[in-house]
């Protein structure tokens, strides 16, 4: 059985509050667990709310460009402003220092440096990194993007999407070559991302970048599908791929510690106790 799964789309939507900012969140908070574009008419379908209010709720939204529309005038997706609003959430997170104590832990004990990841539209972004004190490496920060699909964490992440999501996410045509060992092919990219599935943990071996080689374990997520990654990067010249493979182990247990931080910090939060 494959130890990453494909979700699909859930049933009936609620969208409650007790004042319409309230109301406009919960939507918010509805529209962003889809993986799919979505219309007005989906909407309607999965909370039950009149067309009316669902289309003026929507218009409030786009026009503080939480959501966008498509081309076609009829789908909607997130907007600029929301993707920001996110990943200003996760580099500023309270649990930051934390997180970074566990990297830092890991990096003593492999050598070499290791990041925090997720994605962020089709790109990967940093959200901490602790450097290996080794002469040779490279220097990749809190907030650098790398594209997802060359990267370990981005491929990990979009292996959980289902196929559709992934070709509005990485485009149709050919994906942008890095260096000779870039998967430009999208079949050739989804018969890794079986292969991702299977393992549940993921390769970069110098598809970015000629002479670094990565691997990348998601952040369990009870709650599902996950955006967070712990990954470690080495030069071929100190490590190969499979060497990497070999401290898959610390680099799990560095992830399910990173997941019982995010898990405690929900558990003490107001939000956690019934907003």
Known sequence: MDNLTE???????SVQGETPALRLFALLELITSRDQLFTLQSLVDQTGLPKPTLHRMLQQLESADLLTRHSDGRHYATGARMRRLAEDVLLNDTRKGARNAILQDLV???GESCNITALSGN???YLDRVETSEPIRVHLGPGSRVPAHCSASGKLIIAQFGPAQRRRLLGTGRLPRYTEQTLTDF????????????QGYAL?????LNG???LAVLVPNAAGRSNMCVAIQAPV????ASDLEQLLPLVQQAAADIARIEDLEEDDSPLAAGW
């Open 7 to 13: 979700p699909s789309l859930g049933a009936q939507g």
């Open 108 to 110: 003593s004990r492999i």
């Open 123 to 125: 790109e990967v972004i």
């Open 187 to 198: 079949e050739a990219l989804e018969s890794e991302l079986a292969l991702v599935r299977q």
């Open 204 to 208: 970069d071996r110098q598809e970015f």
């Open 212 to 214: 670094l080689v990565c």
């Open 237 to 240: 010249m100190r490590k190969s």
